[in-house]
């Protein structure tokens, strides 16, 4: 059992380049999370999303973009890449809302350079 | 503004001690409170979920407990083990979709 996945583990960027980051979980998870983790700064939430097809945005939506087309995954993207989105990237997944006490499991993060 | 807080950063006690992690938040309207573990190069793992109507929950080694009146809760390691050693991260949930953490415990067991 994989859990959450996060592809790629690492990446360095040129500032305007872009790319996607890919979470697949594999427990049937409704709800799925993007966070930056900034040295200082605790997770922050980016994008949500509660189900296929839903996304929504968080406390730090600007820059980034995603999409939940599939239930096992959800994608975030950066269009323009800047310096300041450098950070430690986590996705995570739960079965039900945040409130119903039930966990979110966490992948093993992307460490993004932006230069 | 930060709504929650975490004393201290950074935390190194010999092996076998008894220890607090303390993390404190402003708004006491909060459904829940986790504490999280996290290991360098890993995401977090969940350790203790502590219900809003609850005061403390227990996880063998690991006691955490709830005080929203005056918006601490502390999590309590007994006889730790150089193994205990990661960040600690508590978060309080506020809604449906809303997990808001501190900055974390840096805590080092030396053996």
């Known amino acids: 059992n994989a859990g959450v996945t996060q592809t790629p583990k690492f990446r360095v960027l040129k500032t305007g380049q872009s790319m996607t980051l890919l979470c697949a979980q594999d427990?049937?998870?409704?709800?799925m999370y993007w966070y930056r983790q900034d040295p200082g700064m605790g997770l922050r939430l980016i994008h949500y999303?509660?189900?296929?097809?839903?996304?929504a945005k968080g406390e730090v939506p600007d820059g980034y973009n995603v999409s939940r087309l599939k239930k096992q995954n959800f994608l975030l993207g950066l269009e323009s890449a800047a310096p300041s989105q450098t950070s430690v990237y986590f996705c995570?997944?739960?079965?039900?809302?945040?409130?119903?006490?039930?966990?979110?499991?966490f992948g093993d993060g992307t460490r993004l350079s932006i230069l | 503004k930060q709504e929650v807080t975490q004393i201290p950063a950074a935390l190194s006690v010999p092996e076998g001690e008894n220890l607090v992690l303390n993390c404190s938040f402003t708004d006491s309207a909060i459904y829940n409170l986790q504490w999280f573990r996290q290991d360098p190069g890993k995401g977090l793992t969940s350790l203790l979920l502590i219900q809003s109507s609850q005061r403390e929950q227990t996880s063998g080694r690991l006691n955490a407990s709830l005080d929203k009146s005056s918006g601490r809760s502390t999590l309590y390691i007994a006889a730790s083990q150089p193994g205990d050693s990661a960040t600690y991260l508590c978060a309080k949930i506020q809604g449906a979709q809303k997990l808001v953490f501190g900055q974390g415990t840096r805590l080092t067991i030396n053996p």
């Open positions: 995570a997944s739960s079965y039900l809302p945040l409130y119903s006490n039930q966990p979110q499991h």
């Open positions: 427990m049937n998870h409704e709800y």
């Open positions: 999303s509660v189900g296929e097809g839903t996304t």
